[in-house]
Each structure stands twice: as structure tokens, then as C-alpha cells.
């Protein structure tokens, strides 16, 4: 495997999970072969710690690698590996529009199964990823990592494992949508009402009370669809 520095402008979990994808499916990587550490990955691609453990995170939800604790990740066998979306294929405006879709229902129920069950540790990675988001890399491709592992976090606190897997691997497939959402807010006081956005649905979370969980979630995505001048069906969006 050889690894290039990735470009700022591009979503870098994204990009680096799509680069080691390429290694497995196009043999450059075997079935069994251990991944370079976080340490090497981060060095060699000039990215943060975090962004490459976002990367392996994704390649895991997508199946191409599985992770032993303490010891690393490692390529899966090819017949162990699920239904991928590719992401050129998501440039298609309604396949976008069609997972994005699949993933409101989803978030909702998440929501309130998370305000049902969440622990301690639950909603410490929950204000974790939103003090990253609402600090001074709101910004950048690190609030980017950070929303993704809101939502992450967010699944987890469900307590069953199914939502966590469909959740991370959906939201990681429409990751590049936050990117285009940002670019359309380019005024900040639309950021600031996405970050509004996520501390009513942690309140929510925290106040165990999973009607107003679920009813938090669901503004939160379709204010996101509104942003990306996104239509779904069955669902409404107050105007502003």
C-alpha cells in the first residue's frame, strides 16, 4: 500500500476510507492482512488520529475490515462482506435523496430508544462530539467527524447493536451531504442553529423523555433536508 497526503478540501474520512477500499477490493490488500496503525495512517495521509480512526470506522460498517481490541483491524474475507453504496453513485440526486429518506425514520426511533436507555457513558461521548462541534473546528473536516460521531453516539445509546451498524453505515454514506450543507450555510448564524439543533436533541436525550427525543431528532433532519433543498415525502418542514 502507498499512502499520499489527502487535500483539506476533501472529506477526509471519506476519502481515506475510499483509498484503502480500493487496496482490498483491487487485491493490494489480502483477506487477513492487518491495517497500518492509527499512528502510521494518521502520519502518512498528514490527517489527525481521529480522522483515520473515522476512516477504519466506516470500512468496518461497510464490512471490508473488522477491529480486535488491543490489536488492530484487519481485512475481512470477500464473502463475509455486505451490500456496499458507492459513493460516486450518491452524486445521483434522487439516490441521494432516497438514502437520506431511508435515514429520518431511522434517527427518529434511534432518538427515543436512546433517551429510553442511554447510560452515564452514553451521554458523555454525546457531549463530547458536541463540544467538537461547537468549538473552534466547527469549521473544519474535524466538526465534519465530530457530527458523525453525535450521531454515532446518539445510535449507541440505543442499546441494541442493529442501529449503531445501519445508522453509522448510512450516515457515513451521506457524510459528504454535511459538507454540502455547510457550504450552503455560509453565513454562520446557519451553523449555529445546526449546533442549536443538536444540544435540543441531547437535552432530550438526557431528559429521558423519548416523545420529545424523537420529535427533536426529527427537526433536526428535516432542517438538514431543508438546507440541502432536499423533498421528502410524508414529512413536512416549517418554514423559517
Same mark, same amino acid.
Given at each position: 500500500?502507498?499512502?499520499?497526503?489527502?487535500?483539506?478540501s476533501e472529506?477526509? @474520512?471519506?476519502?481515506?476510507?475510499?483509498?484503502?477500499?480500493?487496496?482490498?477490493? +483491487?487485491?493490494?490488500? /489480502? @483477506?487477513?492482512?492487518?491495517?497500518?496503525?492509527?499512528?502510521?495512517?494518521?502520519?502518512?495521509?498528514?490527517?489527525?488520529?481521529s480522522?483515520?480512526?473515522?476512516a477504519?470506522?466506516q470500512?468496518r460498517?461497510e464490512? =471490508?475490515v473488522?477491529?480486535?481490541?488491543?490489536?488492530?483491524?484487519?481485512?475481512?474475507?470477500?464473502?463475509? *462482506?455486505?451490500? *456496499?453504496? +458507492?459513493?460516486?453513485?450518491?452524486?445521483?440526486?434522487?439516490?441521494?435523496r432516497d438514502?437520506?429518506?431511508l435515514?429520518v425514520?431511522?434517527?427518529? +426511533?434511534?432518538?427515543?430508544l436512546a433517551a429510553l436507555?442511554? &447510560?452515564?457513558?452514553?451521554?458523555?461521548?454525546?457531549?463530547?462530539a458536541l463540544?467538537?462541534?461547537s468549538g473552534?473546528?466547527?469549521?473544519?473536516?474535524?466538526?465534519?467527524?465530530?457530527?458523525?460521531a453525535?450521531?454515532?453516539?446518539v445510535?449507541?445509546?440505543?442499546?441494541?447493536e442493529?442501529?449503531?451498524?445501519?445508522?453509522?453505515?448510512?450516515?457515513?454514506?451521506?457524510?459528504?451531504?454535511?459538507?454540502?450543507? /455547510?457550504?450552503?450555510?455560509?453565513?454562520?448564524e446557519?451553523?449555529?442553529?445546526t449546533?442549536?439543533?443538536?444540544?435540543a436533541?441531547?437535552?432530550a436525550?438526557a431528559?429521558?423523555d423519548?416523545k420529545?427525543?424523537?420529535?427533536?431528532?426529527?427537526m433536526?433532519l428535516?432542517?438538514?433536508?431543508?438546507?440541502?433543498?432536499? &423533498? =421528502?415525502e410524508?414529512?413536512?418542514?416549517?418554514? +423559517?
Open positions: 500500500m502507498e499512502f499520499g497526503h489527502i487535500r483539506r472529506h477526509l @474520512p471519506a476519502r481515506i476510507a475510499g483509498q484503502i477500499a480500493r487496496d482490498i477490493t +483491487e487485491g493490494r490488500m /489480502r @483477506p487477513g492482512e492487518k491495517l497500518p496503525t492509527e499512528h502510521f495512517l494518521a502520519k502518512a495521509l498528514g490527517v489527525s488520529r480522522v483515520v480512526r473515522e477504519i470506522a470500512l460498517n464490512g =471490508l473488522e477491529t480486535r481490541q488491543g490489536v488492530g483491524a484487519f481485512v475481512t474475507e470477500a464473502h463475509a *462482506r455486505p451490500i *456496499r453504496i +458507492e459513493q460516486d453513485d450518491l452524486a445521483d440526486r434522487q439516490s441521494f438514502l437520506f429518506q435515514r425514520p431511522l434517527e427518529i +426511533e434511534a432518538a427515543g436507555h442511554h &447510560t452515564a457513558d452514553d451521554l458523555r461521548r454525546i457531549d463530547e463540544a467538537s462541534m473552534g473546528e466547527k469549521w473544519t473536516a474535524e466538526g465534519i467527524v465530530a457530527d458523525l453525535f450521531h454515532r453516539a445510535a449507541a445509546a440505543t442499546g441494541n442493529y442501529f449503531s451498524v445501519f445508522i453509522g453505515f448510512i450516515a457515513e454514506r451521506i457524510s459528504l451531504a454535511i459538507d454540502a450543507a /455547510r457550504a450552503a450555510a455560509v453565513l454562520e446557519i451553523v449555529e442553529v449546533i442549536e439543533e443538536h444540544f436533541l441531547r437535552d436525550i431528559s429521558r423519548p420529545r427525543a424523537r420529535e427533536a431528532m426529527k433536526h428535516l432542517g438538514a433536508a431543508k438546507r440541502l433543498d432536499l &423533498t =421528502l410524508g414529512y413536512e418542514v416549517a418554514s +423559517e
